[in-house]
């Protein structure tokens, strides 16, 4: 079935840093794909999408490229900020069936 | 402001009793859904709708109920039959069933059964 892994945390970074969390993606049809950010305590919030390949989302610094050839949809950020810290699901839909990955814990330390 | 709404955002229940979480959104969204999310793990679909008086199973349904009266509202019930019921709920709605329309998420309920 339709799939998402994405790196294992925790990642600690220091403030500045730039950030990379892999994202790869099983699927039998054509998904979109999301980036959510989830802070201590709340819902997820949607952080980027891409609905088709080649497609680059981008939101507060943020950025991901569907990348068809690769299967993947690695998140970045040029330059951390402790405001950053939270945890980041990858995602995907096709239809309406959405699959999350299980998540990366970010700590941005200043 | 259009948004989800859930309550109560912590909520302890005794083993044996059902328990109703609350999910009410103004988006005017058709779509709307059930996750668990336990510590450390990702979201897992318990039930959704697509429609008014129309609601399937996800992949951990069984412990749990749930009803599609109104467009704006899906209630959740965790039975006494769910064995572990202790965890992270969050609700969420979108457009619709396209693979584009992403889905919008309440701030969640924290389940503790003691």
């Known amino acids: 079935g339709d799939s998402v892994t994405q790196m294992e945390g925790p990642v600690t970074l220091s403030e500045e840093a730039f950030l990379t969390i892999n994202c790869t993606y099983t699927?039998?049809?054509?998904?979109?794909l999301f980036w959510y950010v989830q802070y201590p305590g709340e819902g997820l919030q949607l952080l980027l999408k891409a609905t088709k390949a080649d497609d680059k989302g981008s939101n507060k610094g943020f950025e991901a490229t569907y990348r068809k050839e690769t299967t993947s949809f690695h998140l970045e950020k040029g330059s951390v900020q402790v405001s950053d810290s939270a945890v980041y699901f990858c995602?995907?839909?096709?239809?309406?069936?959405?699959?999350f990955g299980a998540g990366t814990r970010l700590t941005v330390k200043p | 402001d259009g948004g989800i709404t859930q309550s109560p955002k912590y909520l302890f229940r005794k083993e044996g009793q059902n328990v109703t979480l609350s999910c009410e959104q103004n988006?005017?969204?058709?779509?709307m859904y059930w996750y668990r999310q336990d510590p450390g793990q990702g979201l897992r679909l318990i039930y959704y709708?697509?429609?008014?008086?129309?609601?399937q199973k996800g992949d951990i349904a069984e412990g749990y109920s749930v009803s599609r009266e109104k467009k704006e509202s899906f209630p959740l019930t965790v039975t006494s039959a769910q064995k572990n019921p202790t965890a992270f709920y969050l609700c969420?709605?979108?457009?619709?069933?396209?693979?584009?329309?992403?889905?919008?998420f309440g701030p969640g309920t924290r389940l503790t059964v003691l």
């Open positions: 969420a709605s979108s457009k619709g069933g396209d693979s584009g329309n992403e889905q919008f």
């Open positions: 995602a995907l839909r096709v239809n309406n069936d959405m699959r």
């Open positions: 988006l005017n969204h058709d779509a």
């Open positions: 699927a039998t049809g054509y998904p979109s």
């Open positions: 709708s697509q429609i008014v008086n129309d609601f």
